[in-house]
Structure formats: C-alpha cells, structure tokens
C-alpha cells in the first residue's frame, strides 16, 4: 500500500464474570480470570439456536488464546501506517477501568501494542472506562489508543452515542471526543 493505511480488526475480550460468551477467550496461559457461572450455556451455531449446557472452564480452555491469536494476526506492510480495532482495551492503562478503579482489558493485546507499536488502537468493551479514568485516550510508545466509551442512557436526555473522530493525517491535533443524544 503505497500511501494507504492498513486497519486489521480483532473481536475477543478475556473472560468476564458472567456466562462464556463466542467472543470471550482465555488471555494467555498464564492468565488468571473472574470465576465463572457453572452451568453456562451456549447457543448452538446451527439453524435450531438451541442452549447447550457446557462447564465454562473446559468450554474456555478447549480455546485458542488471545496470545496465539495476535501472533497469527497478518503482519502490515508499515507499523507505523498500522491501525488495529481490537475489542477489549490493553490491560493497565486509562482505558479499561472497571467500577473500583480496578483494570480489566487485555495483558495480550497490551503486549502486543507494546511490541509492535502501531500508529493507533481503537477499543470499546468497557464502557464506564473513561467516566472513571477521566479520558478517552492513552499512549504507549508511540502508539494512541482510544476508547470511546459508552453510557447507554443519559437520563432524561435519552440516549447517548460516544463517539471520537479525527483525521487520519493529524489524529492528536484533530481528536475530538462527541456524544450524540437522541430521544425518544
């Protein structure tokens, strides 16, 4: 790509403390993570979208880890063209605080980020993140990461869309973070 960007998307988020969920996987095999609800169910994949009763210990282990799917992911032509929308939020930083100031994205795609210093990660997942840290951004290295954010109801004034846009040739001078009301 010769003056062009590369975006490269990944969904998976680490294990949250409520039932397995097809886009949650174990961070890496190391990674500790909440306890989970025995029985869980999971909804078949076939036309009769039936629940099936599985133990979320063996159903998250059976799969592959975040780790081993980062390494896998195709490699861009220049890091420093490189955008990736990832899910969850790197672990530890600004952007993935939970209720209690208490961190919950990512140690896989924080070490990722780390190692291969993108230009830009966009993330969501935790949507009070930065209610609670007081920003929408963080940087490590050279690379910005962003997220948003998400409140799904703003009281009286309806609902809420946190949005950031920016300009791809000047992403920290043009930075804006905007919230779109709609009521109903």
């Known amino acids: ?26 961070d890496d095999l190391e990674a500790t993570w909440p306890p989970q609800k025995n029985p869980s169910y999971i909804r078949s994949s076939d036309q009769t979208d039936q629940l099936t009763s599985v133990d979320p210990y063996l159903y998250l282990r059976q799969r592959e880890t975040i780790r081993e799917d980062l390494n896998r992911l195709p490699k861009p032509t220049d890091q420093k063209k490189a955008i990736y ?7 530890g930083t600004r952007l993935d605080f939970i209720q209690g100031r208490k961190s919950a ?3 896989s795609i924080k070490a990722f980020i780390e190692e291969n210093q993108p230009l830009l990660t966009l993330h969501g997942h935790i949507h009070e993140s930065p209610e609670l840290s007081g920003t929408y951004f963080d940087r490590m290295g050279e690379t910005l990461s962003i997220n948003p954010g998400q409140f799904t109801s703003a009281g009286r004034n309806g609902l809420e869309l ?3 846009t920016f300009e791809i040739e000047d992403i920290e001078g043009t930075l804006k973070h905007t919230r779109f009301h709609d009521r109903f």
């Open 105 to 107: 994205g990512s140690r």
């Open 1 to 26: 790509m010769k003056n062009g960007y590369e975006l490269t998307g990944y969904p998976f988020v680490p294990p949250t403390p409520f039932r397995p969920k097809d886009y949650e996987k174990i």
């Open 162 to 164: 946190h949005a950031v």
């Open 85 to 91: 929308i990832m899910h969850s939020p790197p672990f």
